[in-house]
């Protein structure tokens, strides 16, 4: 005859069980918790973010157009006032749509000729970004979409983070 385990082993085990199921979940939560705290404070200040690329020249470049098979170089974008817009997808799932709208259509009244939406990240996450913003319906030729996988041009002009905005002058400066 075997002996029944008792109301205490039956308890750990459940307990063991329970420990076992919720680590990755606890873990995949913290992680989230983290990356939303840096992502916060990086997005308190802003403008401190500009303060030390303020004046610098924009650098050689060249970044695949989303929706073609062109590149967008630094040659394009000198002797013109250019917008750059940078944003990646945890940007966009963390704004709403509208949110994400009027600040291109803020941004597109003082673009002489085009708004550059540098996304970072894979060509997926910025064709997620084009679509979720309905962007080639709304903006068509006024909003180019170029992909920055490694976030490359940012670092290069000192901004901090995602979003964030440059606008420069004629001269290749950062205004």
């Not at 307990?15 to 919720?22: F, G, K, P």
């Not at 006032?81 to 600040?103: G, K, P, T």
Request: a negative charge; hydrophobic letters at 45%; glycine letters at 6%.
């Amino acid at each position: 005859m075997s002996a029944m385990p008792s109301p205490l082993s039956i308890s750990l085990l459940a307990l063991c069980v329970l420990v076992a199921l919720e680590t990755p979940v606890l873990k995949t939560v913290l992680r989230e918790v983290a990356w939303l705290s840096r992502l916060h404070r990086k997005t308190l200040e802003p403008r401190d973010a500009m303060e030390g690329a303020l004046g610098t020249r924009l650098p050689v470049f060249s970044l695949p157009d989303l929706d073609s098979e062109d590149f967008l170089t630094d040659r394009d974008v000198r002797g013109r006032f250019a917008i750059f817009l940078f944003i990646a997808r945890a940007d966009v799932v963390s704004a709403d749509e509208m949110a994400l709208r009027s600040m291109l259509s803020g941004l597109l009244s003082h673009a002489e000729d085009c708004l550059y939406l540098v996304c970072e990240g894979r060509h997926e996450d910025a064709r997620w970004i084009r679509d979720r913003g309905n962007m080639t319906q709304t903006y068509g030729r006024y909003v180019r979409i170029v992909v920055d996988e490694t976030g490359r041009l940012r670092r290069l002009l000192q901004i901090a983070a995602t979003p964030s905005c440059a606008t420069f002058e004629e001269d290749g400066s950062l205004k």
